[in-house]
């Protein structure tokens, strides 16, 4: 049984400070905060979902903010850089932007493609990226018009500790197709317009160090509940231990480690961010899941306070 993944469903990171982070994401670049919920597993933490306007998989990063993470160190076993899809002709655009925002970046060639590569203030590798590929993103803030407007992710660098094993599972588990070597890197492609090009960097790295300013898992699209259970049965036959499906309200989930020490998970495209609030009040309010809705005041009182805000550099 030979199955394809459309791509990447989400990345998160771990970060230190949740108004720093919402100020980055949204303020920054741009993104709509269209998520802001709690860590299912540790609810007086903040489980913060950034996308396009309305969230498609391929567009969402998702941060857990917490002031006490001790800083991590990005290396193999994980997620090296988070590459995003910006429209053609809009590459100066960013330049100024991040300029204006005191962002220092620097440009780098892969594939034939030119990448702005900059930091976010946890030191997450970001990259931007100039494609025509992917839908525009109508979500206006700040001085973002739709036309120079992130549309999602392109892909992402992967760090492997072990790159002909890592290449094994993209390529005979998940379904991608390898396009070849260049610069260092192999590449890979899968079906999607957005977050489709994964680049797997076959030049040794430092060993990763979980922690904040580092990416916990990329997670890969399936179709639905059914098809998660086939990627189950799939992994199962393959001889990895992914984890039991387990419910994230806006999609369901497993994990598995893949050969490289990066932790992969597989979830749904359906149901998405709009099973709890309206597409108009994405990200507006805390939202909860059902098993925490009688914790909601005490929660409401411990998480600091965070708003989405135009910033300073904007006005
Ligand atoms: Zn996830």
Redesign the pocket.
């Known amino acids: 049984m030979s199955k394809r993944t459309m791509g990447i469903?989400?990345?998160?990171a771990m970060v230190n400070y949740p108004q720093r982070n919402i100020d980055f994401y949204a303020g920054v670049l741009g993104l709509r905060l269209i998520k802001k919920t709690i860590n299912f597993e540790r609810p007086e933490v903040y489980h913060l979902y950034f996308g396009n306007e309305s969230g498609e998989p391929g567009t969402v990063i998702?941060f857990f903010p917490w002031e006490k993470q001790l800083k991590g160190r990005i290396g193999t076993g994980q997620v090296g850089a988070t590459s995003y899809v910006i429209p053609k002709n809009s590459i100066e655009f960013w330049e100024n932007r991040l300029e204006k925002f005191g962002v220092r970046f620097i440009q780098s060639v892969r594939f034939g493609e030119k990448y702005l590569i900059f930091q976010d203030p946890d030191g997450l590798e970001i990259e931007l990226v100039e494609r025509i590929d992917g839908p525009i993103n109508n979500w206006r803030f700040g001085g973002i018009q739709p036309e120079f407007a992130i549309k999602g992710f392109g892909g992402a660098i992967l760090l492997s500790a072990e790159p002909d094993k890592s290449a094994n599972v993209l390529e005979d588990v998940l379904g991608l197709e390898c396009l070849g070597k260049e610069d260092g890197f192999h590449r890979f492609k899968s079906e999607a317009q957005l977050g489709n090009l994964i680049d797997m960097k076959l030049t040794p790295s430092v060993r990763g160090l979980k922690g904040a300013g580092t990416v916990?898992?990329?997670?890969w699209r399936a179709k639905d509940e059914e098809d998660l259970h086939k990627w189950r049965t799939l992994l199962l036959s393959k001889g990895y231990k992914p984890t039991e499906i387990l419910d994230?309200n806006y999609?369901k989930?497993l994990?598995f480690k893949e050969e490289g020490g990066i932790l992969f998970?597989i979830?749904t495209d359906p149901p998405g961010f709009t099973v709890d609030e309206p597409l108009n009040e994405l990200g507006q309010k805390l939202m909860l899941p059902s098993w925490l809705e009688s914790k909601r005041d005490e929660l409401e009182n411990t998480l600091p306070t965070v708003k989405v805000q135009v910033l300073d550099a904007d006005n």
């Open positions: 469903h989400h990345i998160t998702t916990h898992h990329i997670a994230r999609f989930a994990y998970e979830a």
